[in-house]
């Protein structure tokens, strides 16, 4: 990303190009894909990119198919396997009456992918890689499967439609489950794969593309975290030099707290680069944290609109200077544990504890999502990641002492007033409180 923020967006015959971006739940059923197409019927004279989550909930099973593929349970993996297929098959037959129609034969055939590769792994333990290497070429899948729906779907609709692979457009290096961008490979093959085809094109076409995906030098499909068809939308809006991505969502915009938990929540007209920084960083699930630099860096203006009202406002994310948010923003991250540390000896928490600390964090890739030092101990409260976490506190174990209480939460208040506290911590016992002047974060049970 060198360009500095100044650069100049594409234009073909005057028109911008749009990236679209719609997620699990905008293609959950067969309601769902006829939605999409309503939204883009409405844009026919625009060129537009898209980008497709998994459908649904398809991600969460297919990573328990791959639990049951890596603990070797071939009785479950098949009934994981076959529900995901069940619930794929249900969509197709809804969209497509003509059991001739070519989707059919293409889905099949990704599904034989997928079950050819278990079954490889399953049969020669050397065709098993790491644990995070499977996730991607097995997870991935998702995408794949809903791209080839909605591009067969919006073609047999009239909206004329490409899919490209997102494996030949995002290259990343080999850090599966969370890959780094090149971007400048991925610039290149997207000024080489998709402009021109968008530019041959009248503007009535949609170039569609999975989310999520990637691939590295070797070829083998890479994923960008969970969450992150986010990011490949600002990826490709960025280097498509668009001026404006939509992420298409289930809530009417960025609201200031998860209407699951609490009632009446205001939405968000207009926010900065840097405040959708600090919502996505601290948890809130609205937008990938990793989405908003690429589009802060050339000026890309990031919108979150409801595909159940499209001509609803919902909220703009762009260039704003200050904060102009006046009221509390609530983010809750559940299931946390907060662990404290300290030396045995009862020495005093130094320099080279906290760099051993943070180290051992680093190693079990596990993010400290607050922490607070004294003098004889450090705090710190984490995600309770069941895979990682008996380790991480084994091997801590080694060298300090250490306590931990479980099933916390954690609030994270942007532009909190004393009223919101209250309303958070009421009837609830606070283990941990720390203010600076635009946020508070507190751990409470
Ligand atoms: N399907 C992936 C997930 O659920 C990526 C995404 O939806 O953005 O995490
Ligand atoms: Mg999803």
Redesign the pocket.
């Known amino acids: 990303m060198a360009d500095g923020g100044w650069r100049l967006f594409s234009t073909f015959a005057g028109m911008e190009i749009k990236v679209f ?1 719609f ?2 739940a905008s293609v959950n059923s067969a309601a769902g894909y006829r939605n999409v197409f309503r939204i883009l019927k409405k844009y026919n004279k625009t060129s537009i990119m898209v980008v497709v ?2 459908m649904g ?4 099973a297919l990573e328990v198919v791959l639990k049951h593929y890596i603990a070797n349970e071939p009785l479950e993996l098949i009934e994981a396997f076959t529900a995901i297929y069940n619930t794929h098959l249900t969509v197709i037959r809804e969209l497509f009456s003509d059991s001739s129609h070519p989707v059919y034969g293409e889905v099949e055939s990704l599904f034989d992918q997928l079950r050819g590769y278990i079954r490889k792994g399953h049969l020669y333990d050397k065709a098993r890689n790491t644990y995070n290497f499977e996730y991607d070429q097995i ?1 991935s899948f ?2 794949l499967f809903s791209s080839c729906i909605l591009g067969n779907y919006l073609n047999s609709q009239g909206i004329p439609c490409r899919i490209f692979e997102a494996k030949d457009l995002i290259i990343t290096d080999s850090a599966n489950r969370d890959a780094n961008v090149d971007w400048k490979k991925t610039g290149e093959r997207v000024s080489e794969i998709i402009l021109p085809w968008l530019e041959s094109r009248d503007m009535s076409c949609v170039a569609l593309t999975q ?2 995906i990637g691939s590295d030098a070797a070829g083998h499909s890479t ?10 939308a600002a990826i490709l809006a960025y280097t498509l030099k668009c001026s404006a991505v939509t992420i298409w969502k289930d809530v009417p915009g960025v609201l200031n707290a998860d209407p699951k938990w609490f009632s009446n929540p205001k939405k968000l007209l207009t926010i900065s680069y840097r405040e959708a920084i600090e919502l996505a960083y601290y948890g809130a699930s609205v937008i ?1 944290p990793k989405t908003i630099r690429p589009l802060e860096n050339a000026g890309i203006k990031l919108y979150v609109k409801s595909f159940l009202k499209p001509g609803a406002a919902g909220t703009l994310i762009t260039n704003i200077d200050h904060w102009n948010i006046h009221f509390p923003i609530y983010i809750r991250k559940q299931n946390q544990v907060l662990i404290s540390i300290s030396p045995r000896d009862f020495s005093f928490i130094v320099e080279e504890n906290l760099s051993h600390i943070f180290l051992v964090l680093a190693k079990y890739r596990t993010k400290a999502n607050v922490m607070q030092n004294s003098a004889i101990s450090f705090s710190v409260c984490l995600d309770r990641n069941e895979q990682v976490l008996p380790e991480l506190i084994e091997e801590l174990s080694l060298h300090y002492e250490i306590r931990y209480n479980y099933n916390l939460d954690l609030f994270t208040v942007r532009h909190y007033t004393p009223a919101a506290i209250r309303r958070l911590t009421k009837g609830r016992t606070v283990l941990l409180e720390q203010k600076t002047r635009q946020t508070v974060h507190l751990v409470v049970k």
């Open positions: 971006k997620g699990g989550s998994a909930k398809t991600t969460n997870v998702g995408e989310g999520f994923t960008l975290g969970r969450e992150g068809s986010d990011f490949t990938h």
